[in-house]
């Protein structure tokens, strides 16, 4: 404790001291990281990079494209850490990758691309196992009118779900985690976005204090909080949570977290309501407007069930 308290006094201290050197890479977490503020601002570097390219950062990239589902498992442990090649498989991951976020299909890093990959995003993979697609996966139907539908939402492999005895799910705050906001706060927040579900499903859910019973844990840790999916500082990944029937979201404890409505830190409501998305058994949507999409920036707020994550939730239980 004592040494954690000195290295913070350190760090700040050191920060004050070196910031005017270090202009372009101002951060106490620089200091005592060793690394950049925004776990994903190496990508900037990358901009314009292509197939056949060997740039340093790009093995990098490769730990991203697999963090989030679109380099197998295997991938980097297989190729060396100084692997900083542009390979095939990279090139196609990265073509997945826009084709699951509407973006132009180049299989190059062009401007668009980094700058979606660089927003702050939910740690839940976008294709899970090798076993789920986006983008690829259009579901076509027809709607109550007649009308050709087209649907983005996605779920986890095997559609993993509650079972028709537990509509009722309770939710608890993990006693240990890191208190970021307070209590009342993060009650009051849970409330409002469990109930956007429980309005367009058979779900309710209820707030209990006997935590060791609870269907939902909820809890805020920094860095590895032993469930083998470390946070990696302000910025990056924001949250995850599990498939059903696990019932636990984390959320990162050293990203910014807003209440208040017009804050420019995370908005806590918007990430509650997508992680309990998954919690129900949602993946995530290449529909730039539902709740179940990835990406989330400072101060943006989305907190109302678009067309797609609805249709998606009656499409997992049926209704
Ligand atoms: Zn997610
Ligand atoms: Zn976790």
Redesign the pocket.
């Known amino acids: 404790m004592v040494s954690l308290q000195f290295s913070l006094v350190m760090s700040v201290f050191l920060f004050f001291f070196f910031s005017p050197l270090m202009i372009e890479s101002r951060s106490s977490h620089f200091v005592t990281k060793g690394k950049h503020q925004h776990p994903f601002q190496f990508l900037k570097e990358l901009e314009g990079c292509h197939k056949g390219d060997s740039v340093k950062g790009l093995n990098q990239l490769k730990k991203y494209l697999q963090k989030f589902g679109y380099l197998p498992e295997y991938y980097t442990n297989t190729n060396s850490a100084e692997d900083e090649s542009f390979d095939d498989l990279t090139e196609n991951a990265i073509r997945t990758y826009q084709l699951n976020y509407n973006l132009n299909i180049t299989g190059a890093l062009d401007s668009k691309t980094v700058q979606h990959m660089m927003k702050p995003r939910c740690g839940v993979p976008d294709i899970v196992d090798g076993r789920t697609s986006m983008n690829s996966g259009k579901k076509h139907h027809h709607n109550s009118t007649g009308l050709y539908t087209v649907s983005d939402y996605t779920f986890f492999p095997n559609n993993p779900r509650w079972p028709s005895d537990k509509y009722h799910l309770t939710y608890g705050f993990i006693p240990d985690s890191i208190q970021v906001i307070d209590i009342q706060s993060l009650s009051s927040v849970c409330s409002s976005a469990f109930s956007k579900w429980s309005s367009v499903s058979q779900f309710t859910f209820e707030e209990t204090q006997d935590y060791s019973s609870a269907d939902i844990k909820i809890g805020f840790?920094s860095g590895d909080?032993?469930?083998g999916?470390p946070?990696d500082g302000p910025g990056g990944i924001l949250a995850?949570s599990f498939a059903p029937t696990r019932g636990?979201s984390?959320f990162d404890a050293d990203d910014s977290w807003g209440v208040d409505k017009s804050s420019d830190k995370f908005d806590l409501e918007s990430v509650a309501v997508h992680e309990f998305g998954h919690l129900l058994g949602l993946g995530h949507s290449s529909d730039p407007n539902a709740v179940m999409q990835s990406g989330i920036g400072p101060g943006e707020r989305r907190v109302d069930l678009d067309e797609d994550d609805i249709q998606g939730i009656h499409a997992l239980y049926n209704n």
């Open positions: 840790f909080h032993g469930d999916v946070f995850h636990v984390h």
